[in-house]
């Protein structure tokens, strides 16, 4: 089973540069609220895994731009989930323009746990392994 999340965002004016299409930096805030709406719909939200007493922090991301998003577009960010063995969230983005549905851009990226004071964490916690079985993952 794959968990996918698809979430729509309105291009804002003080999201483009000045040659009036959507600044690159902008893209990774696109995959923050994608993993944002992901975390809401399946319940793996920040608060979620603080509550559990776990940071998980990005140390990896990646982002390849296909076509422009300009202002006014709706964007519609695709977040998918990749299971893995390893004590980490992987996640993988697709950005598609709505109005076409052409991709915009694709990327991916990696979260690692840590305890609250900073310990990386080399195992899973019980919490996400108990998140997993329950999406049969």
């Not at 930096?25 to 509550?51: A, H, P, T, V, W």
């Not at 960010?77 to 992987?90: D, G, L, N, Y």
Request: aromatic share 14%; glycine share 6%.
């Amino acid at each position: 089973m794959q968990l996918t999340d698809r979430k729509e965002i309105e291009v804002r004016f003080s999201e483009v540069d000045s040659m009036r299409i959507v600044w690159h930096g902008n893209y990774l805030r696109y995959f923050e609220d994608g993993r944002e709406s992901f975390g809401i719909r399946y319940n793996l939200g920040y608060l979620d895994i603080y509550k559990n007493n776990v940071m998980v922090p990005l140390v990896r991301i990646n982002c390849d731009f296909k076509r422009p998003l300009e202002y006014g577009d709706i964007a519609i960010v695709e977040t998918r989930f990749v299971p893995s063995e390893a004590a980490k969230i992987v996640f993988d983005y697709t950005v598609y323009r709505k109005k076409d549905m052409e991709i915009a851009a694709t990327g991916s990226s990696t979260q690692v746990f840590l305890t609250l004071e900073g310990e990386l964490l080399l195992t899973n916690p019980d919490f996400f392994i108990r998140w997993k079985q329950k999406w049969s993952i």
